[in-house]
């Protein structure tokens, strides 16, 4: 029995992995995290208690941590502040946890000699023209557009250094957009999925004719899984599934799987420095180390997400009221 740590295990991403390595391995997990206004405990509701251990903390607590990785095998790293449109208001928080808290978590990976994975992004590498044949690959120069996306790359190039210099022995993996349960309502799917059921237009950025490469959370949980067990140390795997969508197209999807007109929705003031497109080449994972999405089928995902939304709304609800207003307040 692996004992496992996963720091940000109570946000959207890690909290689907954590379910995933609870239902798919005998591993034991103990969860790190801040519970920041994106952390929610109860997205770790119904999980067997004698394999789950919670700890609220930060990752750039250094004895906190260090105490955690001392009784640890190996470490998932997933707390991030994640949102760029947060990142455009108030950057600082994003240093302090993307950068100071991924340095924390190296040094103590130094200090234990423990197996370390690094959840990054794709946004690391900028963006592609829409028309534009080629997708990120590994070998992609790193062009990061937002302060998150800086920040992200930044913590990447502490995995590369730290494995280097001091031989963590670290993986990194760059994902592309996730959808699913569990995902923020600050988040363009939710943000409009709930909109609808509150009786809000959905809004778009702009024309809308940005691109994202989707992929189901479950989907990046078990790529995830597979580096962790399989990877080779000192490597970066990219994660997609070849699920490129512009935002126009999913918005009209969205009204259509709730029962409204296509075109009932706002176009809003764009995002600074907007990212036109994101595609990811996940060839090297798949030839490499045999994983596949199984989730290939982008529309009854979103079917099942919207189901989640509808019939989760405590879940939701609390956060609501205070996204919208932040967004009225941008024009947005
Ligand atoms: P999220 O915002 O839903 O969750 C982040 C979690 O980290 C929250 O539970 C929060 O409380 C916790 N956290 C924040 N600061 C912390 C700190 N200082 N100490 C401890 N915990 C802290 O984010 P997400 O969408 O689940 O993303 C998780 C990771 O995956 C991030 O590293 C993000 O960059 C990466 N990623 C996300 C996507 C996506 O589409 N959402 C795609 C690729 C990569
Ligand atoms: O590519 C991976 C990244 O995907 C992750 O690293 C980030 O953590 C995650 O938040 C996500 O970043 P995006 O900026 O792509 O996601 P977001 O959900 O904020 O926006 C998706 C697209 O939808 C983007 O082009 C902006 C647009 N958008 C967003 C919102 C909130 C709208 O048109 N309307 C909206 O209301």
Redesign the pocket.
């Known amino acids: 029995m692996r004992k496992l740590l996963v720091t940000g295990g109570a946000g959207f991403i890690g909290s689907n992995f954590v379910h995933h390595v609870l239902s798919h391995t005998d591993d034991h997990v103990t969860v790190l995290d801040k519970l920041t206004y994106a952390g929610n405990r109860a997205s770790l509701d119904g999980l067997p208690e004698d394999r789950l251990r919670f700890v609220q903390g930060d990752i750039a607590d250094a004895e906190l941590v260090d105490g955690l990785f001392a009784e640890s095998d190996a470490v998932v790293h997933y707390a991030?502040e994640?949102?760029?449109?947060n990142s455009l208001n108030d950057p600082r928080p994003f240093l302090d946890t993307n950068i100071v808290g991924t340095y924390t978590l190296l040094e103590a990976a130094r200090r234990h000699g423990i197996r370390f994975h690094h959840i990054s992004?794709?946004?690391v590498y900028g963006d592609l023209e829409l028309d534009d044949p080629a997708r990120f690959s590994e070998t992609t120069p790193y062009n990061p557009s937002s302060p998150?996306?800086s920040t992200?790359a930044g913590s990447d190039l502490l995995v590369r250094a730290w494995v280097r210099s001091f031989g963590v022995r670290a993986t990194i993996s760059n994902?592309?957009?996730?959808y699913g349960p569990y995902q923020h309502v600050?988040?363009?799917?939710p943000?409009?999925i709930t909109n609808v059921i509150r009786g809000i237009r959905?809004?778009?950025?702009?024309a809308?004719e940005?691109v994202?490469?989707w992929i189901h959370a479950d989907d990046h949980s078990s790529a995830v899984l597979t580096i962790l067990d399989r990877g080779e140390i000192g490597e970066t795997y990219l994660i997609g599934a070849d699920g490129e969508k512009d935002?126009k197209s999913v918005?009209e999807l969205i009204l259509e799987l709730m029962g409204e007109p296509r075109d009932a929705y706002d176009h809003?003031t764009d995002?600074a420095g907007?990212?036109m497109r994101?595609a990811i080449d996940s060839t090297k994972l798949r030839r490499e180390l045999g994983w596949e999405p199984r989730f290939r089928d982008f529309e009854s995902g979103l079917a099942a997400a919207i189901d989640w939304y509808r019939t989760n709304e405590a879940w939701w609800a609390p956060s609501k009221d205070g996204v919208e207003a932040f967004?009225a307040s941008k024009g947005?």
Do not use: M
């Not at 600050?186 to 799917?189: D, H, P, W």
């Open positions: 991030a994640s949102h760029n449109d992004t794709d946004e998150y996306s992200k994902c592309s957009n996730n600050e988040k363009f799917i943000r409009q959905p809004k778009l950025y702009g809308g940005n994202r490469d935002n918005v809003v995002r907007h990212d994101y967004y947005q």
